[in-house]
């Protein structure tokens, strides 16, 4: 069964670099496309920006200039940074795995329990 | 990017009753690339259906997706005890990935 894991601090400062690291289990993460999502009360659920361990990227326009998602094939897991924090950050974020082979199965298919990140000094 | 409109905003009903709930999208949905997803409190999203209609391995038959274009619809045939929670359209067709704000189904 595949799962997925969310860490990081809980709380972050604003102005600064909110970091979160995504393990996976179950699955090899060489084989699909891994995405960061977010849930606030203010903008539901929000996609922030996926990667495939070929160094393909993909983000969120409305983020694009703070994201960065990368991969440690090594350690099975992928991780996002997003820079310049504010209170808006504030949110719960997931992790989730993308199915594979056709394009209809594109789906968020399996997702981590969720991790809850303030941004406040 | 594609916004995805959901209605109603709450649907209060009874176990046994039939829900259907609506999803909109401001442009049309490229290849029915819409899913659907349930939310309960504290957890994370579950995937019910993808590609509009196919339901996702271990999801009852009870739910069922149709639609195409622009106007897509979550039926749930028989509302059982655990289905009262929040469900959620998302369209992966074009990026950005978009949900919709979500209906919630109360009894």
């Known amino acids: 069964q595949v799962q997925l894991q969310e860490s990081g601090p809980g709380l972050v400062k604003p102005s600064e670099t909110l970091s979160l690291t995504c393990t996976v289990s179950g699955a090899s993460i060489s084989r699909y496309y891994w995405s960061w999502i977010r849930q606030s009360a203010g903008k539901g659920l929000e996609w922030i920006g996926r990667m495939y361990t070929s160094g393909s990227t993909d983000y969120n326009p409305s983020l694009k200039s703070r994201v960065t998602v990368s991969v440690d094939t090594s350690k099975n897991q992928f991780s996002l940074k997003l820079s310049s924090v504010t209170a808006a950050d504030t949110a719960v974020y997931y992790c989730a795995k993308e199915g594979a082979g056709d394009p209809v199965n594109r789906v968020f298919d399996f997702w981590g329990q969720g991790t809850r990140v303030t941004v406040s000094s | 990017e594609i916004v995805l409109t959901q209605s109603p905003g709450t649907l209060s009903l009874s176990p046994g009753e039939r829900a259907t709930l609506s999803c909109r999208a401001s442009?049309?949905?490229?290849?029915?690339?819409l899913a659907w997803y349930q939310q309960k409190p504290g957890q994370a999203p579950r995937l019910l259906i993808y590609g509009a209609s196919s339901r996702a391995t271990g999801i009852p038959d009870r739910f069922s997706g149709s639609g195409s274009g622009t106007d897509f619809t979550l039926t749930i045939s028989r509302l059982e005890p655990e289905d009262f929670a929040v469900y959620y359209c998302q369209q992966y067709g074009i990026s950005p990935r978009t949900f919709g704000q979500g209906t919630k189904v109360e009894t």
């Open positions: 442009q049309s949905v490229s290849s029915s690339y």
